[in-house]
């Protein structure tokens, strides 16, 4: 299938966006989703045939003269010119990891249209209010992520990264009539409007200094040259400029990091996403699960060869990455909310990916990469890959559950396995998977991350395996809460069941995937410099792992299997700890005090009574003064005509006086 | 004896000082009037003076003074109407009485 | 003299003239006909704007690279060599451009006004006519006068057919305004008397550009005279307490165009008159000007965040956006200033946009104050939604105009090197979060949420007027945000000459 | 001696040949053809008007030794003069016929010609002899005039005032004369002006002081205009207006032929200076007096004091540009004020109310009249498109002519102030337009003089402006006077 087809594939959810947003008023609310369905159908299918096409055919060029897999750019014309040089092009660019993401992007978007259809109507089958409105921004964002990946230059990168925060906002916002909804669709645009504005920065410095944007000039070689050294000239035209003592360059992609951070929920800058899951739960599958989450990651990847080259950058990254692994990790262990704890797995899982990206450069030089050490790029991306597909999984079933129960809280429900054994089931391998025990997916990609960090050091190494080990755990508390820990009382008119096909289907399709996606040729597609890169399973670093992993789920299974004290008694045990960790750590707190206290009473506020008080008073004082000036002097006017010859008198002495004083003297 | 010119200036100065003065201190308007007349008179006086000391040649002064006198008179004429006028409404001649208008 | 009439140009001036006349014509019951005429003339603009850009791409592509073209002088007051010239580059050409579209919207916009339609119409149409003859005449003294004529009519368009304190703000916008063209005059006359060195005064902007012969000390005191006089229209820092009132105060139609086109005329003068005349001054004395200006971005949206009246909101957005207009005209070079001109146009349609919806939904529920008001997006969806489109244009989401300027604006004004800019346009950037803060926050509160009033709940959605005088504007922001290379084209080249010239400054 | 000299003053004849004709009309004819009297002299003065306007062949030239000279300028300035009087005659129709006046109606309109003639050997003397005369003959009646409302006292206290202040302000110009023929031996401007060459003596300087106090006192420029507000304000509105434009323009025609031809010389050490400080007071006490006035007449009072401050703005720049601008600004003046106090009169014949506060709501009344006074305020503001913008505009230029900066600084004075004027100018709009009134004035059926003579105003505020021809016209008449400005220094 020619690679042009791409234009497809993008163009199809942007048409069914315009069609179902204006035309959908007009249809029936069921014809509406049908026809989404079949749209993205339709997409998916023309993505995988791009994808595949890409993959393991040939003769369209991405594949070099030595035989690595090198970017095609299908097309890519002038959108905004700022100057003759820096010029903003709307294009598609296909490479290993764009072509990854698209099949990524559109398995997961085609599942969530799907079952959507069973979620977004009641238990009659009667589709909610704002059917229509609810598919056109999935369309959009479907649009919106697939033009980010397939993005030809950094700035293309950047207008998407808007678009896909704009359509999370509205997607947040659904239920738009809940000020919950309403506030976190707020605080999740404009905390990663905060990240793009590093972002924007970014950019520009970048581009200040290389004089370009696109991807080609940057960090690829022109057919075929190796992208190290162009992107290092790229750089080099920087002129070694350097800012506060770092180079500029190193500057630029921190700030680039900063807004990858922002979408990926990276600490600080994490609050946003938990909040999120205020949304319909089919979008935080996935948007906040599995692919608009993992943007920053894709961004990092993306300008790869150049964060090699700057280590100052990629330290930062690597610690960020690691403590919000561990973080949030940390938190996902009693949070009682399963979204919430959901998401938390998610941040600690796209931490996972960034600390992956950030290791897979341990001892700098360009020999070592070549040496293997991409391997961490690569099971950074693997990961991603194969997460998005549990993660999505796992949301799924939450869905289904919280469909069934109308509740987010896991005390409200316990001990569904009995009720509805299919999602259970799904739910179980979703836990599986992402725990890291073989065959299923996680295991293998996580494997390869944990021997990337490794390879940097044994430090950070032991520190992920904990968390690897903390996330087993946490994700079997989770399940066993959810479909085991005592009987479940119905106290809902009819009981909770497995929902109807149009959801369930979902659930096992991704189950499939996520047992056997860890069998991806990941290492064969998936290298940094689009080269084959030989691995093979470091077994001392699995075997470690599945052990961690065994430990983990082996606690869960003893505190949270059957209904017992041990729980509460740990909590109160360390009461302080767990309220912290419980209250996500203050972070949200320290936000609501700088933004409301600082910003909005300290700076906002004062700022207005200024404006009103002193700059206006200003002019209306001197309207108020000249008035009064001419009430003042009114009493030359008395009305005595002696006055009147007076001061005619007097005038024209003085006049006559002055002058002389100054024309004779 | 012989007059010099500052033997005529310094009267005429001196009487349009009164002049000013009177106008300037008087309530009774016709008193008003005889200060002004005394100002214009200064004034002839000056013409006069300085064309017969300083430029005997034309009498250039002299015809200014007639023609002043003239319009002089017809002020007074002007005048004298109006304040009988304002005679008839106000039934004074108080200066004050004109201080309806003023701010 | 008759030659002139063949000048497409002068029929921008001769179109409204004659729809006032027509109006004129009109009785004051007969609403129908008031609305014909209106909707006549505004069509006409629109259409003649249009072919205006078509005449300007053609000759373009057919290589004439004339600074100006359509040029046409006639002499009109001979003893000081006024002229009457006429004549457009590409900034004067989208300049007109917006001002037709939204002159189009701003009619249906007002489409019940009441009372005394006909008399609304006469001025609003005054008050067009010298925005056109504003942006066709490269004269100053013609450029003046069409300035005050385009100026003085808001006082009775607020006066008359406003709201709340009418009185206090007409009379605080015209003063401030009348004072502003104080300076302007002054300056002006300064330019006249050093517009050329050998004696033969010219008032034409091109021939004193030619000259180039004002001197440094005259320049250095006519500059900030000039651009001053200009930038009390657009909203300057600390010039800019005129525009909350007055935005406040009026009719739907006249914030539109005010907002919309009026302040453009601040910006463009500054360009045009201020910087292009002279550009040693503007070298010497940019600093200053870079930092009121700067200062409004940041000012400006900071204080738009905690206000609670719609109107106070955009007025203070329109400062913070205007202030990033005057911001990157000063910056020199052609980026920033196409950025500027790209500004000024999605400014305007997107504020005109908002002033639209803020006046059909304060037609509808009578309150302004965010804090009455929830849920709208439920009871009005139309409405709504060109309200949130409005808003994310103004936070500058791609596909919409603001993203676009703003994007060029930033990239312009960082292409300098000295650490001042820098500063500046960084904290010019911060503008994007904040502007987000409290697009936002009006969204949240006004749109979403639950319905605050419960009478608000029997309101009805948009009529059809109002569909189309909205659906006009954000059809326009959206073509720009999409496709901005064609404006870029047609106005980039036009900032060459001054550029050059400040060039040869610096 | 040779009568053939009287040819060179073909207005003034004509002037005095109507004048007689009135005359004898209102002597000689039976009471009851009376009331024929306004409509018969305003068409013969407008007979006269028209025939003015055409120069005889050889009209230009000097007459009685160099004492009368009459040239393109002084022809143009009385043919301006002439079509004044002609609207305040229209306007006064109505007026002259009330029951209250009517008796005295044929002095009214002999005075008002009496007055035009004093006014036209004003502007033609190039002799002080024949100044003063033309001075004392424009300014007497005036007087007379002031107090012809017998009824209402204020019409006498005006006219007491005006008189009383204005044999004061004779006086001092006449003992200002005499220091200056002390000193020069000569009245005639032209020797004057050569023997004063180069002296600058205190009295010199003294005396120049009292010429301007006395010509400023007519011009009604501070600190010698108090008279000017009560006198407005007292007198008859048809008095009021003949005062504020005719006399007006009349005086600052003849001041500036004075300043430049007689003291020409001393332009930069002493007058300009005088005339710097003049303008400054006379804008702002103007303005700033005018601010806060109810009644109309009185309002346009002191608006004319501050626009006095700006026909002084074309004197002090003392070349060919500033007297056109001079002249030209005195045109556009006429049109705007005569309209304002037009309205006013109409207004004030049919109801008597004259402050502003009765104005609220005219416009939703009476339409015509609140849109002509609107047109006049903004043309008084100096607003376009209308006639006032561009003299304004164009005076400011010609000040700036001359390039010194404190000329800059005090243009930018007047312009502040226009800012001012523009407030107390909106007031007016505002009373009308914005204002709603439960007591409105009704509709008022003006008589058709009267809209003739609005309808002639508003023509010349809307048209004056944009026919650039007239300035051009002007501009090359005072260029055959241009020389006179060579001595200026």
């Not at chain 1, 000249?626 to 008395?638: F, V």
């Not at chain 3, 070079?333 to 939904?361: D, E, K, R």
């Not at chain 4, 000097?62 to 002084?74: D, I, L, Q």
């Not at chain 4, 032209?190 to 600058?200: C, L």
């Amino acid at each position: 299938m020619p690679l042009s087809y791409t234009i497809a594939v993008i163009a199809i959810p942007l048409f069914m966006f315009f069609f179902l947003g204006l035309a959908g008023v007009k249809m029936g609310r069921k014809l509406t989703g049908w026809l989404g369905v079949i749209g993205m159908l339709i997409t998916t299918i023309l993505a995988y045939g791009v994808a595949l096409t890409y993959f393991f055919g040939t003769g369209q060029g991405q594949l070099a003269a030595d035989g690595a897999r090198q970017a095609v750019v299908v097309f890519n014309p002038d959108w905004l010119s700022f100057t003759k040089e820096l010029v903003v092009r709307m294009g598609i660019m296909l490479d290993p990891i764009a072509a990854m993401m698209l099949i990524v992007i559109t398995t997961v978007s085609m599942m969530v249209h799907l079952y959507s259809i069973g979620y977004m109507s009641d238990h009659h089958g009667h589709a909610e209010k704002g059917y229509q409105r609810y598919y056109a921004f999935l369309a959009l964002f479907t649009f919106s992520m697939l033009g980010l990946v397939v993005a030809t230059n950094l700035f293309q990168i950047f207008i998407f990264f808007e678009m896909v925060g704009v359509s999370s906002y509205l997607l947040i916002g659904f239920y738009y009539q809940s000020p919950a909804a309403v506030h976190a669709s707020k605080k999740a645009f404009i905390v990663t409007r905060l990240a793009d504005l590093f972002f924007l920065l970014g950019i520009l410095i970048l581009s200040y200094y290389t004089g370009t944007f696109d991807f080609d000039k940057l960090v690829f070689g022109a057919n075929g040259a190796n992208s190290l050294e162009v992107a290092q000239s790229a750089i080099s035209t920087a002129g070694g400029a350097t800012f506060l003592g770092c180079s500029v360059t190193a500057w630029a992609l921190t700030f680039i990091f900063i807004g990858g951070a922002g979408k990926s929920a990276m600490y600080p800058l994490h609050i946003w996403l938990p909040d999120a899951m205020e949304g319909p739960t089919p979008v935080s599958a996935l948007i906040h699960a599995a692919t608009m989450v993992v943007a920053g990651v894709f961004l990092v990847a993306r300008l790869f060869p150049l964060y090699v080259i700057e280590q100052g950058a990629m330290e930062i990254i690597c610690v960020v990455g690691a403590f919000t692994a561990f973080y949030a990790a940390a938190i996902a262990c009693v949070q009682s909310d399963i979204k919430r704890a959901l998401a938390f797995s998610t941040i600690s899982q796209i931490a996972f990916m960034m600390t992956s990206l950030a290791v897979s450069s341990a001892d700098g030089g360009l020999i070592e990469i070549h040496g293997g050490h991409g391997l961490g790029y690569m099971a950074s991306m693997f990961h991603l890959f194969t997460h998005a597909m549990f993660k999505a999984l796992l949301f799924l079933c939450a869905g289904a559950i919280i469909h069934a129960v109308h509740s987010n809280e896991n005390s409200d429900m316990h001990g569904l396995h009995k009720f509805m054994p299919i999602t259970s089931f799904a739910f179980l391998i979703g836990c599986l998977a992402i725990a890291g025990i073989p065959p299923f997916a996680g295991f293998w990609s996580k494997d390869e991350i944990l021997v990337a960090c490794y390879s940097k050091g044994i430090g950070w190494g032991i520190w992920m395996s904990m968390v690897a080990g903390m996330t087993a755990f946490y994700m079997f508390r989770i399940y066993f809460l959810i479909f085991h820990w005592k009987k479940h009382e119905v106290h809902t008119e009819h009981a909770p069941a497995d929902q109807p096909w149009t959801m369930t289907l979902p659930l096992i399709i991704l189950g499939l995937i996520s047992i056997i996606a860890g069998f991806a040729p990941a290492a064969k597609l998936l290298g940094w410099d689009g080269k084959d890169l030989h691995t093979q399973l470091n077994w001392t670093v699995a075997g470690t792992s599945v052990l961690i992993a065994c430990v983990g789920i082996g606690l869960a299974f003893k505190m949270y299997y059957k209904e017992n004290e041990l729980p509460d008694k740990l909590q109160a045990r360390f009461s302080g700890l767990w309220e912290a960790a419980y209250r996500r750590f203050y972070m949200d707190e320290l936000y609501q005090f700088i933004t409301h206290k600082v910003i909005f009473q300290g700076i906002c506020k004062p700022i207005a009574m200024f404006d009103r008080g002193i700059i206006d008073g200003f002019f209306n004082l001197l309207a108020a003064a000249t008035g009064r000036a001419a009430y003042g002097i009114r009493r030359l006017q008395n009305g005595s005509i002696q006055s009147y010859v007076y001061v005619y008198l007097v005038g024209a002495l003085a006049l006559a006086l002055v002058t002389m004083v100054c024309v004779l003297i | 004896m012989n007059l010099t010119l500052l033997m005529y200036l310094v009267p005429s100065l001196i009487m349009f000082g009164c002049g000013v003065y009177g106008f300037l201190t008087r309530k009774n308007m016709i008193a008003i009037m005889i200060s002004l007349e005394l100002m214009l008179n200064s004034v002839d006086l000056n013409f006069v003076v300085f064309n017969r000391y300083l430029f005997p040649g034309q009498m250039d002064g002299m015809f200014f003074t007639l023609f002043a006198i003239a319009i002089a008179a017809a002020e007074t004429a002007v005048a004298l109407a109006i304040i009988i006028n304002v005679f008839r409404v106000a039934r004074k001649v108080d200066i004050n009485e004109l201080i309806k208008l003023k701010f | 003299m008759m030659e002139i009439f063949s000048n497409i140009l002068i029929y921008f001036v001769i179109v409204p003239v004659l729809t006032l006349l027509g109006l004129a014509l009109c009785n004051n019951k007969g609403i129908k006909a008031i609305r014909t005429v209106a909707v006549v003339g505004a069509t006409a603009l629109v259409v003649l704007a249009i072919y205006l850009v078509y005449l300007f791409l053609q000759a373009r592509g057919s290589g004439d690279t004339s600074e100006m073209i359509l040029r046409s002088d006639v002499l009109w007051y001979a003893p000081f060599n006024v002229k009457l010239a006429l004549g457009v580059d590409g900034i004067s050409v989208v300049m007109i451009l917006l001002s037709a579209f939204i002159v189009f919207a701003g009619v249906f916009a007002s489409w019940k006004m009441n009372p005394l339609p006909k008399q609304f119409f006469m001025w609003f149409f005054l008050l067009s006519t010298g925005v056109f003859g504003f942006f066709i005449s490269i004269d100053l003294f013609t450029m003046f006068m069409f300035y005050e004529v385009a100026l003085i009519p808001m006082y009775l368009l607020i006066g008359v057919w406003g709201s709340g304190s009418k009185n206090y703000s007409a009379m605080k916008l015209t003063l401030m305004l009348m004072g502003g063209s104080a300076f302007l005059m002054l300056g002006l006359i300064g330019i006249y008397f050093h517009s050329a060195a050998d004696g033969n005064l010219t008032m034409n902007v091109l021939e004193i550009a030619k000259n180039n012969a004002i001197p440094h000390n005259w320049q250095l005191w006519l500059f900030p005279l000039t651009f001053v006089g200009f930038g009390v229209l657009g909203a300057m820092f600390p010039f800019h307490t005129w525009s909350p009132d007055g935005h406040a105060s009026a009719p739907t139609a006249v914030s539109m165009l005010h907002a919309g086109v009026l302040m453009k005329l601040g910006g463009y003068g500054c360009f045009r008159v201020a910087i292009y005349l002279m550009p040693f001054a503007a070298n010497e004395l940019a600093w200053i000007f870079l930092t009121l200006t700067g200062i409004s971005i940041v000012y400006g949206a900071f204080s738009a965040c905690v206000q609670t009246d719609l109107k106070y909101i955009n007025a203070y957005s329109s400062v913070s956006h205007c202030g990033m207009v005057l911001f990157a005209i000063l910056m020199f070079n052609t980026t920033a200033m196409t950025g500027a001109v790209l500004q000024m146009l999605s400014h305007g349609l997107m504020t005109a946009l908002f002033f639209a919806l803020i006046g059909m939904i304060y037609g509808r529920t009578h309150t302004r104050d965010i804090r009455d008001m929830g849920g709208m997006m439920h009871i009005m969806p139309y409405l709504g939604v060109g309200y949130v489109l409005a808003g994310l244009a103004s936070l500058g989401l791609p596909g919409l105009s603001g993203f676009v300027a703003e994007m060029t604006i930033f990239v312009g004004s960082f292409e300098h090197t000295d650490v001042f800019r820098r500063v500046l346009t960084i904290a010019a950037t911060c503008s994007i979060v904040i502007t987000a803060v409290y697009i936002l926050r009006v969204v949240g509160k006004l749109l979403f949420g639950e319905v605050q009033d419960e009478h608000h709940r029997q309101l009805t959605d948009a009529t059809w007027e109002e569909r189309l005088s909205t659906a006009t504007l954000i059809v326009s922001v959206a073509i720009i945000g999409c496709f901005p290379n064609f404006f870029v084209n047609i106005i980039s080249d036009s900032f060459l000459p001054v550029v050059k010239a400040l060039g040869t400054m610096i | 001696m040779d009568y053939s000299q009287f040819l060179f003053m073909p207005q003034e004849i004509g002037l005095l040949f109507v004048f007689l004709l009135v005359f004898i009309y209102d002597t000689f004819m039976p009471a009851r053809m009376g009331k024929h009297l306004p409509m018969f002299t305003t068409i013969l003065t407008a007979l006269y008007t028209v025939y003015a306007f055409f120069p005889c062949p050889d009209m230009f030239g000097t007459a009685f030794g160099g004492m009368y000279e009459s040239n393109p300028a002084t022809w143009v300035m009385k043919n301006i003069l002439n079509i004044g009087v002609l609207i305040v005659m229209l306007q006064a129709v109505k007026w002259t016929n009330d029951d209250f006046v009517s008796v005295r109606r044929g002095e009214f309109y002999e005075l008002i010609l009496l007055t035009l003639f004093g006014m036209f050997l004003m502007i033609s003397a190039r002799h002080f002899l024949l100044f003063v005369i033309g001075l004392e003959t424009a300014s007497l009646p005036i007087a007379a005039l002031a107090a012809f409302e017998k009824r209402y006292y204020e019409s006498h206290e005006a006219a007491a005032k005006y008189i009383f202040t204005a044999v004061f302000s004779s006086a001092i110009f006449l003992l200002g004369i005499s220091f200056v023929y002390g000193m020069s031996g000569s009245l005639y401007f032209q020797e004057i002006a050569t023997s004063i060459m180069g002296i600058k003596s205190p009295l010199l300087i003294l005396a120049i002081a009292f010429v301007i106090a006395g010509v400023g006192y007519k011009l009604s420029l501070v600190p010698f205009h108090q008279w000017t507000a009560d006198v407005y304000q007292g007198a008859p509105t048809a008095v009021t207006s003949y005062l504020s434009v005719i006399s007006k323009g009349a005086a600052a025609f003849a001041f500036m032929v004075i300043l430049v031809q007689v003291f020409g010389a001393l332009y930069a050490q002493v007058w300009e200076w005088m005339l710097y400080a003049i303008i400054i007071l006379t804008i702002t006490i103007g303005n700033l007096f005018a601010m806060r006035q109810r009644n109309l007449k009185r309002f346009l009072a002191y608006s004319s004091i501050s626009q006095a401050g700006y026909i002084m703005l074309g004197v002090i720049a003392a070349s060919q540009v500033g007297m056109t601008s001079m002249i030209y600004y005195v045109l556009v003046y006429i049109f705007s004020n005569l309209a304002a106090f037009g309205v006013i009169a109409v207004i004030e014949r049919a109801t008597g109310k004259v402050t502003m506060d009765d104005y609220n709501g005219l416009f939703r009344t009476n339409p015509w009249l609140a849109f002509t006074m609107m047109l006049a305020m903004f043309s008084l503001g100096g607003i376009p498109p209308f006639a006032g913008f561009f003299s304004k505009f164009f005076i400011f230029v010609g000040a700036c002519q001359t390039g010194s900066v404190a000329i800059y600084v005090l243009v930018f004075i007047a312009l502040v102030n226009t800012i001012i004027s523009l407030y107390y100018y909106l007031l007016v709009v505002k009373a009308m337009f914005l204002r709603q009134d439960d007591c409105v004035i009704p509709y008022i059926d003006s008589h058709w003089t009267e809209e003739l003579a609005l309808t002639i105003c508003v023509m010349g505020i809307i048209a004056v402006g944009v026919a650039s021809g007239i300035y051009a016209f002007l501009n090359q008449v005072t260029g055959t006077i241009a020389p006179m400005f060579t001595m200026v220094g």
